[in-house]
């Protein structure tokens, strides 16, 4: 028997969220990128959710599916923004705050 019970470890595929799963929880590389940008985890979460007000969908969810381009991520949020703020160097300030979920990855191994 093959499926659900079964005690098979023939696995052909994984299929699993990447952040806070396989890594460390995201709220560390936002909090990276407030330190950097100046703009609050709080105020990125609100111009995040006015964004996916505005277009119907969330634009974290449509940049981790591709589909828009990272700039244009970073573009929807600056606009929300009040001030200055600016994302140069989001992606290298978010996922250098990552960190591998070791116990998660061996075990999925």
Do not use: K
Request: hydrophobic share 45%; charged share 20%; proline share 4%.
């Amino acid at each position: 028997m093959n499926g659900v019970g079964s005690s098979s470890n023939n696995r052909r595929a994984v299929i699993c969220d990447f952040g806070g799963v396989l890594t460390s929880p995201l709220l560390g590389g936002f909090v990276a990128v407030q330190e950097r940008s100046g703009a609050s985890v709080e105020e990125l979460s609100a111009a995040m959710a006015s964004v996916a007000v505005a277009r119907g969908r969330h634009p974290l969810f449509d940049l981790e599916m591709g589909l828009i381009p990272e700039a244009e991520f970073l573009r929807l949020l600056e606009d929300e923004l009040a001030g200055d703020v600016t994302l140069n160097g989001f992606r290298d300030v978010f996922f250098s705050a990552l960190h591998p979920n070791r116990a998660m990855i061996d075990y999925m191994a």
